[in-house]
């Protein structure tokens, strides 16, 4: 996704240099020494590149004649500059729908901070690039994190893989105990699980068991494909950045890193936590090879499952002593979630 400056509407004054793809010159404006690459604004909506070509429009979209006339447009031009009214996501849903496969771009036009992200994710492929004021440092900050956020989650297959010395391996279950009542937490995330995904929790962080999301059918309850029950509030859970938090510490906004049996990480952001009084077991697991044991309390309940390295799902109230579960392990220890040996190779 690209980031433009609009340079059209500063009025007077020296035009400081910005981090934009591309700058949005008046027509008539000599180009800055440090644009590389310039379009021009007229006054009757048409966008010139530097050799004076018509190459895109600028259409505001207030009504359902401003979306028509957007819409007439898809397919003719290599860009489209949209302006939207107080209808923002919808307009913008429609001609990005409208766009798919046509070779036309559309950029929209940023006054607020808030409107950034509804269009850089509209119908999950988002516009093509946002047009930024000059003069709003705040507004150019988030586009650019917003930017980075998009480039991840839709690059190949929107997939990471684990940190370098750590991997998924098979553990073995060394004792299931009852773990008393205590403080569980269920993490409802903003878009759905898969079957086969799940986090990485534990009570020490470098053995973190993969815990299934709420995704399977039962005759008891319906799924949660948005939620992992994910344990007690003192457990450690991995975040899409690498680092770890405890339970307790997770706030709506969090993105954390869902994992699948194969290793394979995406990010993920919470909706919201939902942390109740419940029974807890307690299993204890350790990989052979490393020695590196762990141990994670997850709620007594049938709904409560881990994946085992053959890619079943057992709830925690069928699993026994020997069995094996997948769980990600690493050597390095955390300060305040963070892998101290990053840290340390950082500096």
Known sequence: ??????????????????????????NGDAIPEWVDSALFACEDGRILDSSTTPVGV??????????DAAKSMVG???WIVLTTGDW??????????AAQGTGTHLI???????????????????VDGLLLPADHAEIWADAQIIAAERLATQSEGDEGVLEDGSELVAVEILSIDDGGVGDRVCVDLTSILEVGEGFLIGSSANALVLVHGETL???FVPPRPFRVNAGAVHAYILLADGSTKYLSELIAGDSVAVCNSSGIVRSAMIGRM?????????????HSESEITGQIFLQQAETVRLISPLGDMPSVTSVEVGDYLLAYTGTSARHIGQNVLSVAEEH
């Not at 929209?108 to 988002?126: H, K, N, P, V, Y």
């Not at 939902?274 to 350790?286: A, N, Q, V």
């Open 1 to 26: 996704m690209e980031l433009w400056l609009d340079a059209a509407s500063v009025n007077g004054g020296v035009l400081q240099p910005h981090p934009a793809d591309r700058v949005l010159l008046a």
């Open 217 to 219: 059918e039962s005759e």
């Open 88 to 97: 923002q996501m919808i307009p913008l849903e429609n001609i990005v729908a």
């Open 58 to 67: 600028h259409i505001e979209i207030s009504d359902a004649e401003g979306q």
């Open 274 to 286: 939902k942390i109740e009084s419940r029974p807890f077991l307690l299993i204890r697991y350790g």
């Open 108 to 126: 929209a036009r940023i006054d607020t901070t808030q409107s950034i992200r509804g269009a850089a994710f509209a119908l999950e492929t988002g």
């Open 76 to 78: 003719l031009v290599s």
